[in-house]
């Protein structure tokens, strides 16, 4: 089963997700960006953060972003390899977390 089937409901686009990245525990390692450079990108402090979809950093605790579908087995891939386990994929409808370190 592929990426875009376990997120998604049968629908062609599957379900909107988001992705956040718990800075208390990100490591600056910078996997996450160099997998999604689109989605995520290392600040002056060293820490990995989620971009919005217009490209400006979201430092806010907790921000979150959307995941383009065109990129979810990026951000996927970025939360599996995380050494940090601090990226977190969820559902937007009910905030479930699909991938990362809180899912089932």
């Given at each position: 089963?592929?990426?875009?089937?376990?997120?998604?409901?049968?629908?062609?686009?599957?379900?909107?997700?988001?992705?956040?990245?718990?800075?208390?525990?990100c490591?600056?390692?910078?996997?996450?960006?160099q997998?999604?450079?689109?989605?995520?990108?290392?600040?002056?402090?060293?820490?990995?953060?989620?971009?919005?979809?217009?490209?400006?950093?979201?430092?806010?605790?907790?921000?979150?972003?959307?995941?383009?579908?065109?990129?979810?087995?990026?951000?996927?891939?970025?939360?599996?390899?995380?050494?940090?386990?601090?990226?977190?994929?969820?559902?937007?409808?009910?905030?479930?977390?699909?991938?990362?370190?809180?899912?089932?």
């Amino acid at each position: 089963m592929s990426v875009q089937q376990e997120a998604g409901s049968g629908t062609a686009t599957g379900v909107p997700l988001e992705v956040w990245i718990d800075q208390d525990l990100c490591t600056g390692d910078g996997i996450c960006a160099q997998y999604a450079p689109e989605v995520f990108e290392l600040d002056i402090d060293g820490l990995a953060y989620v971009k919005s979809a217009d490209d400006e950093l979201l430092q806010a605790p907790g921000a979150s972003t959307p995941v383009p579908l065109p990129l979810l087995t990026d951000v996927v891939a970025s939360a599996k390899e995380c050494p940090g386990d601090c990226i977190h994929v969820r559902r937007v409808s009910d905030s479930v977390e699909v991938y990362g370190p809180d899912a089932e």
